[in-house]
C-alpha cells in the first residue's frame, strides 16, 4: 500500500517561490497563467497488516505533526492500495 | 552560572555562542550534542545558528525530533532561559515553544548582510540592558527569515509586548524598505507569554568585536548574564 501526501502553503502564505517559477513560465511563452503555488509530494510505503482506513490514519498524523507546518501549509492524503 | 549550546548535525554558528560566552560573558560554558538529554546543571541554553539536518523538510523541522528537545521544552516550562538565534529560532518555532513560522525570504536570495534592528521590548531577560527604541547594527545570514503568523497571534505578539526586535533604517524608522526578508511587521525576533523564551534571526554572537564590524550584541548577552546573576 502507498500513501500519498500533498503539501501545500496555505492560500494565505505568500509563496515566492511559486511567483518566481510563474515569471519563467512566463518567460518561456506560456499565457493564461493566473498563478503558480509550489509545493511538497511525498509517497509512504507502507508494509504490514493495516487497512485502508488504519494507513490514512496513520498517513493523517505523519502529516499533521511532521511533513507539514500546520501554521503555514495545508496537506492531502491519498492512499493507493 | 552556566551556559549550554547545544549542537546538531549541521550546526555552525556552536562555535560563535561558545567563543562570546567564554570570552566575553566570561561563565562556564558546555557544547550539548544533540542527543543528550540532562540539562540539569545548566541556567542558560543558546540553540544555534546553522543548517540542523541540512534544513531538510523545512529549516528546523528535524530538529525538533532530537532527544535533547524534549529536555529543553521541560527546561523551558521550568522557567530557565533558552535563546535560539538563526537556525535556532526557526527550531524553537517548529518545536511550538515560540509562536508562527519562518518561511523562504520575500526576495528568494540568501542574504548575508548587516541590518538596523529596533529593540522594542526592554522587558524581556535578554535585552534589559539595551535602551527601548535603541537600533542595534547585527549581522543576518538566512534563506528562511521571512516570520509569518496570523492576525491573531500577531495582535497577542502586540499586546503582550513580546516583539523584541524589528527590522528598521538607520535612524529607526520601521520601513519596508529596511526590511530584509519579507517579515510581518518587520519582525526580527520575539519571546514567549513567559519572556523566558527568545528567537530571533539576526546574530548577536557574531556582533561582539569591533573587529566584526559591530559589537552590538554584547549587550544581549550582558542582559542574559545580568539576568542569572540577580536570580542567583
Known sequence: MKAKVYVTLKPSVLDP???AIKHSVELLGFSGISDIRQGKYF????????????AREEAVRMAHDVLSNPIIEDFRVEIEE | MK??????PGSNCDHDAYHVISKHVGQPVDFIWHRETDLRSYDAI????GFSYGDYLRAGALAR??????????FAAKGNLVLGICNGFQILCEAGLLP???????????????????????NTPFTHELKAGGVLRLPIAHADGNFVCDDATLDELRREDRI????????GQITDAANPNGSRD????ICNHERNVMGLMPHPERACEDLLGSSDGRDVFRSLAGTLAAAA
Not at chain 1, 509517497?43 to 488504519?54: C, T, W
Request: charged share 20%; glycine share 10%; proline share 4%.
Open chain 1, 17 to 19: 517561490q511559486g511567483k
Open chain 1, 43 to 54: 509517497e509512504i510505503a507502507i508494509e504490514g497488516p493495516l487497512n485502508v482506513d488504519q
Open chain 2, 3 to 8: 551556559f549550554g549550546v547545544v549542537v546538531f
Open chain 2, 46 to 49: 543558546i540553540i544555534p545558528g
Open chain 2, 65 to 74: 525530533f532530537s532527544p535533547v528537545m524534549n529536555s529543553v521544552k521541560e
Open chain 2, 100 to 122: 508562527g513560522a519562518l518561511i523562504r525570504n520575500r526576495g528568494l536570495h540568501f542574504i548575508c548582510d548587516h541590518v538596523n534592528v529596533r529593540v522594542e521590548s526592554n
Open chain 2, 164 to 171: 523584541v526586535l524589528r527590522y528598521c533604517d538607520r535612524d
Open chain 2, 186 to 189: 518587520n519582525i526580527a525576533g
